[in-house]
């Protein structure tokens, strides 16, 4: 089965509230990373967390990782009409970059103007 | 940063007939691509990693006679759907790990996807 489980599924948020996606895995891991999805696009990379790290920012964006509980959030602030978009994450079980990601089932974010 | 490119974007084809789909590696070499497929609103499914100089490697219950892959350069890996149906439509991904001097630690570079329409 997939690891990566998102939720919510779908976010509906008005424009300057933050948004909050989480994220589960199944298997131990080195990294995680989330990446967007504008629809019909394809995926852009948002950050990457390695296991030994617990908090990682970039701009508005702000990614935990518990390894613990075998769970991400990605935190978006100050949320923008054009932060629409699904978010994804992903893991690279076998850690060795040359396999391919296991991605988990997203949540469609929809902020509103 | 590492560019992958797709081509085409979309395309529609009739039943029966036979698509190809090309994602290059722009600006660095990739031995490596993987092919990921898309349904509306779902989340993306490996079908297959391309190898270059070798067969590729199909995940389970991905036919690999009715998705031939050709990893034909250093650059270029080739999805070809063959005998199309309408269950095939759907939205196809490539991507390629980038060399170690253009990743950050195991960064993945992805195509922008090509929307595959069979009528």
């Known amino acids: 089965s997939q690891q990566g489980e998102e939720d919510p599924q779908a976010l509906s948020i008005q424009e300057g509230e933050n948004a909050t996606m989480n994220c589960s895995y199944k298997t131990s891991i080195n990294n995680l990373q989330w990446y967007r999805q504008n629809s019909g696009r394809g995926l852009v990379h948002l950050i990457l967390i390695r296991s030994n790290e617990r908090e990682k920012h970039s701009g508005r964006l702000r990614v935990t990782l518990d390894t613990s509980k075998k769970s991400s959030s990605l935190l978006i602030t100050a949320s923008r009409a054009a932060d629409t978009a699904s978010y994804f994450c992903a893991t690279d079980p076998r850690n060795s970059g040359n396999t391919p990601l296991v991605f988990g089932k997203g949540t469609r974010l929809s902020v509103i103007a | 940063g590492a560019v992958v490119s797709q081509h085409p974007s979309r395309v529609i084809c009739k039943s029966g007939t036979s698509v190809k789909i090309e994602c290059r590696s722009l600006d660095f070499q990739a031995t490596t691509m993987f092919w990921y497929r898309q349904f509306p609103k779902k989340s993306l499914m490996l079908m297959a990693t391309s190898n270059e100089g070798s067969k590729a490697t199909y995940e389970q219950g991905v036919e690999k006679d009715k998705f031939l892959i050709n990893h034909a350069s250093l650059t270029l890996s080739t999805l070809t759907v063959t005998s199309a149906h309408p269950e095939d439509s759907s939205f196809y991904i490539c991507?390629?790990?980038?060399?170690?001097?253009?990743?950050?630690?195991?960064?993945?570079?992805f195509g922008p996807g090509t929307r595959l329409t069979v009528l």
């Open positions: 991507s390629a790990p980038g060399t170690s001097g253009l990743r950050a630690y195991n960064e993945q570079f």
